[in-house]
């Protein structure tokens, strides 16, 4: 199967998340138009595939209030060579289209306390009628909303908490976001990369709106174009040649980690295995802490949104 994480030209966004570069930014009715062009390349060239394809869109900015993102997310879902197709989303569209999705749609939903209601939000999430983890990153001034968040959500669904950028967790801070997530301790620290073994470049890929091919979102290297074919040849296991990877997109590939087996059947919308099960049969996984390294950048080549 080979993964892609597809990240079109879209970088706008509703919200203004003061954490965020793309917070409010609009995209010109031309930006849009090759946006959709673009995804719409996309979206023919994966079902023209024979190759089983899991699918994950990243975009810099919200897709789903774009109609062109939901009809995608509908359509692959129905593909029967694509296994899952999932978002990155606030979560500030409408979700009754959802309904049309196959059950292999997914979304990965932030929560952005400063950008809605928290009962509009928890609405919203509770009624989704296809497989989503909910998230927030770990600013100081979210715990409080964190921690409600995690009482009233549906004990199945997983909540998880990504370390906010360029911040230092006490052990004692640590523990109160580990409370909520035990998982928190992959996101802590970046984990040192450099050599190891990554599934990227090899069974997954990141697309880019005109079809270029990197193997993540981090390393600039190119290694063909989706479109005229030239990414294939290119694709092989290769170690990681970053000194560090700090976001769960990326080193939940590090063949080190192991996360395949933690998030096993939810790798792209971040589900692990254990929330699949009943609460009362579930074992939670407990992470083991990353080492903590003292580069925090992952040579990512732009700065990304807080998802
Ligand atoms: S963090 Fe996400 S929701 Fe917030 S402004 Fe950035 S892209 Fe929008
Ligand atoms: S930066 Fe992360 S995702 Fe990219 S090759 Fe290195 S470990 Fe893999």
Redesign the pocket.
């Known amino acids: 199967m080979l993964t892609i994480l597809y990240r079109g030209p879209l970088a706008s966004c509703d919200y203004d998340c003061a954490y965020c570069p793309f917070a409010k930014r609009r995209d010109t009715p031309e930006q849009l138009r090759a946006d959709r062009a673009a995804l719409e390349r996309f979206t023919a060239w994966a079902a023209a595939q024979d190759e089983e394809l899991s699918i994950l869109f990243t975009p810099w900015g919200e897709g789903l209030v774009r109609s062109w993102y939901r009809r995608a997310l509908v359509e692959l879902s129905w593909l029967p060579h694509v296994a899952k197709v999932a978002i990155q989303t606030n979560l500030s569209c409408r979700t009754e289209w959802l309904a049309e999705a196959s059950e292999r749609a997914a979304l990965w939903v932030t929560y952005h306390p400063t950008q809605v209601p928290y009962e509009r939000f928890l609405a919203k999430v509770r009624s989704l009628p296809v497989r989503h983890s909910v998230g927030i990153v770990g600013d100081p001034a979210h715990l409080p909303h964190a921690r409600r968040l995690r009482a009233d959500l549906p004990p199945e669904t997983y909540l998880w908490v990504n370390a906010e950028e360029g911040r230092l967790y006490t052990d004692d801070e640590a523990a109160e976001w580990t409370a909520i997530d035990p998982l928190f301790p992959y996101s802590r620290f970046p ?1 040192a ?1 450099a050599g ?1 073994p ?4 090899d069974t ?1 890929i990141s697309v880019y709106g005109d079809g270029t091919v990197r ?5 600039p290297e190119v290694l063909g174009n989706l479109y005229d074919g030239s990414y294939r040849a290119a694709r092989r296991p290769r170690p ?3 000194t ?2 700090d ?1 769960h ?3 939940v ?2 063949e080190s980690l192991g996360l395949y087996d933690v998030f096993a059947g939810g790798i792209l919308e971040r589900i692990p295995h254990a929330w699949g099960t009943p609460p009362a049969a579930r074992s939670h996984p407990t992470a083991t802490p990353a080492p903590q390294h003292p580069c925090s950048s ?2 990512e080549p732009a700065p990304g949104p807080l998802r």
């Open positions: 984990h990369s190891l990554c599934r990227t470049g997954v193997r993540c979102h981090f390393i990681c040649p970053a560090a990877c976001c997109i990326g080193y590939h590090l992952s040579g």
